[in-house]
């Protein structure tokens, strides 16, 4: 990957961070000891970045080069032919670590072959910019979500579509399965909006409804993970 292709990448990270509202562009620039107009014309693309900057802006940020790379494209490279022109590969990470936009590869329990076909078919329908974000990621069900989705062992694992963060339902009249980030661990369930507060109902209706009030200046869809969109079984 070509140095210029790495920093439009980078421009593309902070952009969608500061959308979301993790940062501003004054606080970057504070933090990582930059002119406040030398950032502004980097993330405008009216100037470039010299290594030593761009090693300062990502230990601010806290990510590395892999968090910019196109984790598909790289997939590619290292997959054989004929494995990476039928087959995605998909990782397997913590219910913790599947809230995260992007994630470190020792995060990463294990991948999981999907067919590609199976997965363009997915149409997402993100309520946010999500662009830097990984689409597809694979959880196991613990105990208590193996009860939530009626399933009599936790021996399933969920793929999660994290570029579907709308409550519009993806098959007409039938409501959407979602991961939700509840304090930091992702619980699934049938979504709604009550006031102020996001409504989650587990799929078996004998299991206790959760409810996580929306804090101010934040949206809905901050708090979803993804739609569950296929699940698999062990046996």
């Known amino acids: ?30 933090a990582a000891d930059f002119p406040q107009g030398h950032l502004s014309n980097f993330l405008n693309a009216r100037r470039g970045l010299s290594l030593e900057s761009m090693d300062r802006l990502l230990d601010t940020l806290d990510i590395g080069l892999l968090d910019l790379v196109d984790l598909k494209d790289l997939r590619k490279r290292l997959a054989p032919p004929e494995v990476a022109e039928g087959v995605e590969k998909i990782a397997l990470v913590s219910a913790r670590t599947a809230v995260l936009a992007r994630f470190a590869p020792d995060q990463i329990l294990e991948t999981r072959s999907f067919n590609k076909s199976f997965l363009r078919k ?16 694979l959880i196991r069900l613990d105990v208590k979500g193996a ?23 993806y098959r007409r009249l039938q409501p959407n399965v979602y991961a939700v980030n509840f304090g930091g661990r992702c619980v699934m369930g049938y979504v ?18 959760e409810m996580l009030r929306i804090e101010r200046g934040r949206s809905y869809s901050e708090y979803i993970v993804g739609r569950v969109c296929h699940v698999g079984l062990e046996v």
Request: charged residues 30%.
């Open 147 to 169: 009860r939530q989705f009626s399933i009599a062992t936790a021996a399933a694992t969920l793929l999660i579509d994290r570029h579907y963060s709308s409550l519009q339902p």
């Open 192 to 209: 709604s909006l009550f006031d102020d507060y996001l409504v989650l109902r587990p799929r078996d209706p004998r299991q206790e409804v």
């Open 1 to 30: 990957m070509k140095l210029q292709t790495l920093q439009d990448q980078l421009r593309t990270h902070i952009r969608a961070r500061i959308a979301r509202g993790e940062l501003t562009g004054v606080s970057l620039a504070r």
């Open 122 to 137: 997915l149409k997402p329908r993100p309520a946010e910019d999500r662009r830097d974000w990984l689409r597809f990621v």
